[in-house]
């Protein structure tokens, strides 16, 4: 099971006729089992590399190879449930299939068996994020994309769906990529770090992390993390300057 | 018990009018009553109801399957909307009496006749409707039912349909009112029985009572249809939105 990316170029015309490069060179491989983690400036074209991975987009100059028959699972940046069914339903709605057992067992991870028959307009943000995650990994995903799927959490929050995600992922082995603009995020969950440039997003490093996820210290985290900002310092403030 | 209330009013209403007016152009209600009765007796009054009952559900579903379909298409498919757009500005303002003529006279005097020229003005109203809620659709849904490759018929089911539920609603309503209208008038023009042909016979007598008797029996019966079946049918539409709205 192996993901193979070689984006050319992405141009977007906006509705005023003018036309952008998004992403102007951005190739790497992912073996089963591996985190990718992806991590450039807002706007600088990572969600669009997202969608043209998940199939959504195929206006774009480059090859993707997916494996044959891989089942994708994706947490949008918003959670995108379906307001009129519940918890339960969203997630039955990939699955249905699925048994009680299974569910019952991913609801606890995450925390979500209180929630079952409430409908998404009765949640928080960070219980819809966690329903959204639900719904990735309860069809068995091959292949994870995970869309900041932290963001705009407090921070407590946020370490403990962290947590969640890494227990999930470490269950079984899948591909998966995850976007983020949060170093931290990048150097506890990734098993190699892609830096992306601003728009249009190139590749400009990559990192591998050798140490397994759980045995990584606090002290070699914060390694990971300067190592990052050392490298995307110098595109961050060409990005302020201009 | 507001509804009582407003019932009471508008009878005390007509009462004091038929005082003011005289028998002759507004009979009080219990001589309305009685001709109603009358015609309930004889089972007049529950054979026109029935058969204008019929018109309005077979032309109904018509128009509404018929006009929700085309609608869905327009609002989804680009060619569709070009092609469909000009037909539908025309039927949209095509008046409905010079449908139920045409139809009259190219079909004949026909039950089929009268139930085609009811659903085609209802028609271009449900495809209007429909257009709209269908280009209204979530994209960012649509994505997600693409990645998760939900079969269609799960996608329609839990995703498409239920955006679609208000705007199927709102034609349903809007539909039905029309429908009640114009049934009458193909009913009057063209088929010797049903609500529309007795008023038209006592049109001709001036019989006001009777014609108010099948007048008010016929509001009756929508009224009862509106609060048993289409106001219960779009409070489960909305059961998941927040109360307030």
Known sequence: MRLEVDIASKKFRNAAGEQHDVIAGVAFALDAGEVGVFVGPSGCGKSTMLRILAGLDHDFKGRVVRPAGARIGVVFQEPRLLPWRSVEENVRLVAPLIDEAKLSALFEILELNAHRKHFPGELSLGLARRVALARAFVIEPDFLILDEPLASLDDALAARLRDQIAMLVDGRSVMTLLVTHDVDDAARLGDRLFLLSPRPARVVAELPIRTPRRARGDAEIAAIKSDIMRRIDGGLTERDAS | MPRLLSFAVFFATWWIASLLAGDAKLPPPPTVLAAML????????????????????????LAMSLGSAIGYLMGRVRLADRLGDPWLILLLNLPALVVIVLAYIWAGLTEAAAIAAIAINKLPTAVVTLREGARALDAALDEMATVFALPRSRTFRHVILPQLAPYIAAAARSGLSLVWKIVLVAELLGRPNGVGFEIGVAFQLFDIPLLLAYSLSFAAVVLVIETVLVQPFEARLSRWRPRAA
């Open chain 2, 38 to 61: 009358a015609e309930a007796k004889s089972g007049d009054l529950f054979l026109n109801l029935g058969v204008t009952l019929a018109r309005v559900a077979l032309a109904f579903t």
